[in-house]
T-cell receptor
Framework: EDQVTQSPEALRLQEGESSSLNCSYT??????LFWYRQDPGKGPEFLFT???AGEEKEKERLKATLTKKESFLHITAPKPEDSATYLC???????????FGTGTSLTVIP | NAGVTQTPKFQVLKTGQSMTLQCAQD?????MSWYRQDPGMGLRLIHY???????DQGEVPNGYNVSRSTTEDFPLRLLSAAPSQTSVYFC????????????FGEGSRLTVL
């Protein structure tokens, strides 16, 4: 069964305190792994796509990496505006279905 | 460029009532889909469409109907609402092909009493 698990469920960081979020997955025929940011009351906003093990993508204070079984979202020197829920999703098989994790709720304290 | 537009943003229904959640996109995306988001469950796929006239079921299709008569629109119908359908609903679209990120609307919060 295709499955996506994110950890931790919640994370509180001091401003400037770097950390990582984890997304582990078991799917048949990975087409892509996606990271999204979701603010309260809003729809998910696309951050990154990773397609193959060893691939890395960066955007400002965020860096996503991918292995054959998991992905990490590294947050370097976070700011309060980085507070949000971060969702991981995998696209598998025919590409018509996406499987989402339950997200990590990140709070960055000034 | 509006992207994906959902209406209404909020709706309260009584058990047994019917309603339609509207979704429109202006990006000429072939693929459109509906998800529901519940606490602790993550986003779950209800129905999707790969083009006008073509729809298919996702993970949780029961109680919902869809149709796709144009590329731009993909409405979600609840024929007889139940309290278990209380949720936040998101419409999402992407380009055709085997891979590509989803673009989401702002969501529709539905409460069934």
């Amino acid at each position: 069964e295709d499955q996506v698990t994110q950890s931790p469920e919640a994370l509180r960081l001091q401003e400037g305190e770097s950390s990582s979020l984890n997304c582990s997955y078991t799917v048949s025929g990975l087409r892509g792994l996606f990271w999204y940011r979701q603010d309260p009351g809003k729809g998910p906003e696309f951050l990154f796509t990773l397609y193959s093990a060893g691939e890395e993508k960066e955007k400002e204070r965020l860096k996503a990496t991918l292995t054959k079984k998991e992905s990490f979202l590294h947050i370097t020197a976070p700011k309060p505006e980085d507070s949000a829920t971060y969702l991981c999703a995998v696209q598998a098989g025919t590409g018509n279905q996406f499987y989402f994790g339950t997200g990590t709720s990140l709070t960055v304290i000034p | 460029n509006a992207g994906v537009t959902q209406t209404p943003k909020f709706q309260v229904l009584k058990t047994g009532q019917s309603m339609t959640l509207q979704c429109a996109q202006d990006m000429n995306h072939e693929y459109m889909s509906w998800y529901r988001q519940d606490p602790g469950m993550g986003l779950r796929l209800i129905h999707y469409s790969v083009g006008a006239g073509i729809t298919d079921q996702g993970e949780v299709p029961n109680g919902y109907n869809v149709s796709r008569s144009t590329t731009e629109d993909f409405p979600l119908r609840l024929l007889s609402a139940a309290p278990s359908q209380t949720s936040v609903y998101f419409c999402a679209s992407r380009i055709a092909g085997v891979s590509g990120e989803l673009f989401f609307g702002e969501g529709s919060r539905l409460t069934v009493l």
